[in-house]
């Protein structure tokens, strides 16, 4: 499981929640935060911090944000220059 940003972050990222981040797996992205679903560790310690109420567990994202789940896991598949930022390849 890992939790996922939703729709009402889109033009507000007031990165709140990369603050309480134990793990610092959010990461800012062109319209939104996305939270790395390898590295979120479920703790949940974003979520209240969230002002506008963006962040929800997978398994609890409301149904008209659903395909932010995909969004959220796209952003980290398949971009090497990521991984390479983050240590992870190269
Ligand atoms: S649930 Fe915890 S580990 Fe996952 S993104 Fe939120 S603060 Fe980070
Ligand atoms: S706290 Fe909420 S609105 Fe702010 S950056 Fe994080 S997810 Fe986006």
Do not use: H
Request: aromatic share 10%; with cysteine.
């Amino acid at each position: 499981m890992t939790y996922i940003i939703a729709a009402p972050c889109i033009d507000v990222l007031d990165r709140g929640c990369v603050d309480v981040c134990p793990v610092d797996c959010i990461y800012e992205g062109p319209d939104q935060l996305y939270i790395d679903p390898e590295e979120c560790i479920d703790c949940g310690a974003c979520e209240p911090e969230c002002p506008v109420t963006a962040i929800f567990p997978e398994d609890e994202v409301p149904e008209e944000w659903e395909s932010y789940i995909k969004k959220n896991y796209g952003y980290f598949e398949g971009d090497v220059e990521r991984d390479v930022a983050k240590g992870r390849a190269g």
